[in-house]
């Protein structure tokens, strides 16, 4: 069974602050690594997506991947409270088309 | 464009009443899927369509039939519905061709309620 694993939250940042979001997986084979933002009420939008190792910055937002621990991060800079939001860890893997989803980071961020 | 649209928006049904939940994207791509989101569980997939004329089962597929009309139409269909069935819907759409999975674009929902 592929797993995804996020802490529920919610985690709450002061406005301006760094938000760290954390996410594991439990399945090596695992070989795209996405990021997507949820506001309440809606559908989930992409924010970031890594396929190696290191990491992939764009704009306020780091991903950060590191296979061998199984483990990929999101970084938000500079916390607005537009990032208030649901973040979703997601993992596609080799050879199919079944993408797992974690079940979601609730962030909140103060102004 | 539209990107990936879905209705109906909302739906309320009775307990083993049928219905048919229509999907479709103009972004071309080859691959299709259906999610529910339950609170704290995340999405599950329940079937997806790797390419027009093929479906195949993912996590919680029991109670649902999908039909991939052409390569722009995705349904999903519940046949007899459950208050189990309550949760919110999404459709997506990827290019993902089977070497690595792509972006998924979501539509924005189908909220359906089982009494």
């Known amino acids: 069974q592929k797993e995804v694993e996020q802490n529920s939250g919610p985690l709450s940042v002061p406005e301006g602050a760094i938000a760290s979001l954390n996410c594991t997986y439990s399945?090596?084979?695992?070989?795209?690594f996405f990021w997507y933002r949820q506001y309440s009420g809606k559908s989930p939008e992409l924010i970031m997506s890594?396929?190696?190792?290191g990491d992939k910055e764009d704009g306020r937002f780091t991903a950060q991947l590191n296979k061998a621990s199984q483990y990929v991060s999101l970084l938000i800079r500079d916390s607005q409270p537009s990032d208030s939001a649901t973040y979703l860890c997601?993992?596609?893997?080799?050879?199919?088309?079944?993408?797992?989803f974690g079940a979601g980071t609730r962030l909140f961020v103060k102004a | 464009n539209a990107g990936v649209t879905q209705t109906p928006k909302f739906q309320v049904l009775k307990t083993g009443q049928s219905m048919t939940l229509q999907c479709a994207q103009d972004?071309?791509?080859?691959?299709m899927y259906w999610y529910r989101q339950d609170p704290g569980m995340g999405l599950r997939l329940i079937y997806y369509?790797?390419?027009?004329?093929?479906?195949d089962k993912g996590e919680v597929p029991n109670g649902y039939n999908v039909s991939r009309l052409n390569k722009r139409e995705f349904s999903l269909r519940l046949e007899s519905a459950a208050p189990s069935q309550t949760s919110v819907y999404f459709c997506?759409?990827?290019?993902?061709?089977?070497?690595?999975?792509?972006?998924?674009?979501f539509g924005p929902g189908t909220r359906l309620l089982v009494l």
């Open positions: 997506a759409s990827s290019e993902a061709t089977g070497g690595t999975q792509e972006t998924q674009y």
């Open positions: 399945d090596r084979v695992s070989q795209s």
């Open positions: 890594i396929y190696s190792n």
């Open positions: 369509s790797a390419s027009e004329g093929t479906t």
């Open positions: 997601a993992v596609g893997y080799t050879g199919g088309f079944k993408t797992i």
């Open positions: 972004m071309n791509h080859n691959s």
